[in-house]
């Protein structure tokens, strides 16, 4: 298929972006995340998503000059700005009846003091 036509319009209210980050909510349970040092995002169909005009799903963003927060009825997202998507600095509590996981052990708080 020409890949032109493999590109889809984002909605621009289920998009959050920053100079090197943009983050994507397709359902209440899907997030596509990017991070790119040159600010240069793709937009073309990926393997697992091949068109990402979803209708935009309930979330609410929290965010200041240090961290984001991104919250739907699923998970919520916790991003500090200042560098690239690593595990002290992004990451998600999954929120459901059925499990407590959560993938960090120090809270937002103590890890936006280490910048």
Known sequence: MN?????FPLSPQAVITGEHYRFTVLTPK???LEYAENGVFEDRATQTVLNRQFPVPAFRK?????SLEIITEAFHLHY??????SPNALFIDVKSNFTNY????RRL????NEF
């Open 3 to 7: 890949e032109e036509k493999m590109r």
């Open 30 to 32: 899907l997030i596509r």
């Open 62 to 66: 929290l965010e200041n000059d240090v």
């Open 80 to 85: 500090l700005k200042k560098g690239p998507f």
């Open 102 to 105: 959560k993938n960090r052990g």
């Open 109 to 112: 708080a103590d890890l936006a």
